[in-house]
């Protein structure tokens, strides 16, 4: 966008009084037709500029605005007899040597748009077996639809993948969202530190 400036050019010369000063005059350049003549042009010019203004600012505040929801992985149990991941003093979720299942429910804005999902932590070598998913599940029940899902080979992992545009409008008065994350047994410590939701709001 072009830069909005606004230059006057209307300038005071200042009236002289006395005998040998300035007299009330109509035209001439130092009339008073002139003066008001450019203070009005002055005016428009203003108007003008205060109209560039107005488009500017509501067009900055159209379009969508992003967000970043973090989340503590504080996952608990909920499959039965199913170990669930250890929570760490710093708030992380640990898994070490077992088979492991936990979920974290998400409270979600409604009617926004889910862009991408992303975990970070840490895993031992050649751990195959962490999956990490954003789910929604309709309400009253029904099976866990995964939105995106990540999983972590690298110590430490850093990952995110993108929603499905087409299921990632949130509707909180039909479905519940939840990470679900789980590990088969890996022979080693994996630990998983944070979760991120990044959505859109128009």
Known sequence: M???VFQPTFVHQEFVDGPDGDRVRADEPNGFNARFAAIESDLRQ???VVGQIDDAV???GTGPAGHVLALAPLLQ?????????TITPGGAAQARDEDVYGQLEVTLPDNV??????????VGLNVVGLSVS??????PGGTPE?????????????RSADVDPTTAVTA??????????????SGTTVTLAAFQIAYTSS
């Open 2 to 4: 072009a830069d909005i």
């Open 46 to 48: 203003l108007s003008g």
């Open 58 to 60: 509501d067009r900055r």
């Open 77 to 85: 149990g909920a499959d039965g007899g199913s170990i669930s991941w």
């Open 113 to 122: 748009q889910l862009t991408s999902f992303r975990v970070m932590g840490q």
């Open 134 to 139: 954003l789910c929604r599940v309709r309400m």
């Open 146 to 158: 995964v939105l995106a899902s990540v999983s972590g080979d690298t110590d430490p992992f850093d």
């Open 172 to 185: 909180t008065a039909t479905y519940r969202y939840l990470v679900q994350a789980s590990l088969i047994n």
